[in-house]
């Protein structure tokens, strides 16, 4: 485990993987909403025996990134999805690259919300390569159709009730994401109820920000994933119109599989189907 400050100065924790010294390029893994770092560890070990310097990290209050007097309630914490992006995101893509130093590059794999963020962060122009896996906007209408069975109630419910009651988004009382800030919820609420997702909020000013993003892009998305449709997926990438991203469009059936979903990629059992999509693709820079 490392420990490294965000640019406005809160302390977060991440874990490095590989050697500096001998590392072809630096990984830096953008976590999904709700979602910690260690989920990531078997991916993030395997990208460094084939030769990457990898970086996972916390957003602030997540994981390791929560502060102990936190443990029980994020209440109080003040953070939104542009605090993870802009200040947490790159404070460990500064970090990665103090690390590795400038002469090597720097990729960038985003799951769901870490693929989404790329464009916000005011270093994005160090990432040579990036990747993005079943990330897609969050518009609720566009969602894959098991969750627009439910998630209007929490749009339109269980969250104007929940962040007003507690300060805070309780998720793990919830079995609903994991706890979030009250901040970051709200934010993520705001956008999922609008077509255009971030843009809504951003307007043409941040439209141009996203299309200005100009590293090559991988969009890794999944027939089974029970979040992300496939306009979901197609929407999201085309604010990264510099990029020209390739979108690759897996079924479960393609790699012998039954089930991959939202979270399967990065399970120890597509070490040899998908995993080496990533290493290919970088591999060819």
Same mark, same amino acid.
């Given at each position: ?25 630096? %990984? ?164 999922? %109820? ?87 693709? %970088?591999?060819?820079?």
């Amino acid at each position: 485990m490392i420990h490294f400050l965000s640019r406005d100065g809160f302390m977060l924790s991440g874990h490095l993987y590989g050697d500096p010294a001998r590392a072809r390029a630096g %990984l830096l893994i953008a976590p999904a909403m709700g979602v910690e770092q260690r989920y990531y560890a078997d991916f993030a070990r395997w990208m460094a025996e084939q030769g990457w310097l990898v970086l996972s990290f916390d957003y602030r209050g997540m994981g390791a990134s929560r502060p102990d007097a936190m443990r029980h309630s994020l209440k109080g914490l003040e953070a939104d999805i542009h605090t993870w992006a802009c200040q947490d995101a790159a404070a460990a893509l500064d970090e990665l690259s103090r690390r590795l130093g400038p002469a090597r590059e720097i990729h960038w794999l985003g799951h769901s919300l870490g693929g989404q963020i790329l464009g916000l962060l005011p270093n994005r122009g160090r990432v040579a390569r990036a990747v993005t896996v079943g990330c897609g906007s969050g518009y609720w209408r566009e969602n894959a159709a098991a969750l627009r069975r439910y998630v209007w109630w929490l749009w339109f419910v269980v969250v104007p009730l929940a962040l007003p009651l507690f300060g805070y988004f309780p998720g793990r009382r919830l079995r609903k994401v994991g706890d979030l800030p009250r901040g970051v919820m709200a934010q993520w609420r705001r956008w999922c %109820l609008m077509p255009d997702y971030l843009m809504g909020e951003g307007g043409e000013a941040l439209r141009a920000q996203y299309a200005s993003v100009n590293a090559p892009m991988l969009s890794l998305s999944f027939t089974d994933d029970e979040f992300m449709s496939r306009r979901n997926t197609e929407s999201l990438h085309a604010f990264y119109a510099g990029a020209q991203p390739e979108i690759r469009r897996i079924a479960p059936a393609d790699v012998g599989e039954r089930r991959i979903g939202h979270f399967g990629f990065f399970r120890a059992r597509f070490e040899s189907s998908l995993w080496p999509q990533v290493s290919g693709w %970088l591999g060819t820079a």
